[in-house]
């Protein structure tokens, strides 16, 4: 069963950093793209970003290009969100997701629980 758990989410205030994970289990976490999303209240689901396993390249969504960063760690099967600078209009839910590759933007095949991102002005 191909589990996705996402935390690291807080509050913190604007201009501030976290550090979010999405660790994996029961699938072959290192063949798969790794996308985060969000959705604030009242808005729509927007992509944040999108990791490939083919070649490690990362695609961010233009709201946060330049603060976002994603790395990878297979061994400990955890994908990180690296936000920075973060700004009020940054508050929302961020998920996790998983899914087998081949598509220009990460699908969503699979999706684990969110965590909570509140940036405080």
């Known amino acids: 069963e191909v589990q996705l758990q996402a935390s690291g989410g807080g509050l913190v205030q604007a201009g501030g950093s976290l550090r979010l994970s999405c660790t994996g289990s029961g699938f072959s976490f290192e063949d798969f793209d790794i996308g985060w999303f969000r959705q604030a209240p009242g808005k729509d689901r927007e992509g944040v970003s999108c990791?490939?396993?083919?070649?490690?390249?990362?695609y961010y969504a233009d709201s946060v290009k330049g603060r976002f960063t994603v790395s990878r760690d297979n061994a400990k099967n955890t994908v990180y969100l690296h936000l920075n600078s973060l700004q009020p209009q940054d508050t929302a839910t961020y998920y996790c997701?998983?899914?087998?590759?081949?598509?220009?933007?990460?699908?969503?095949?699979?999706w684990g629980k969110g965590t909570q991102v509140t940036v405080s002005s």
């Open positions: 997701t998983a899914d087998s590759g081949g598509s220009s933007w990460c699908r969503g095949d699979y």
């Open positions: 990791l490939h396993s083919s070649d490690g390249s990362a």
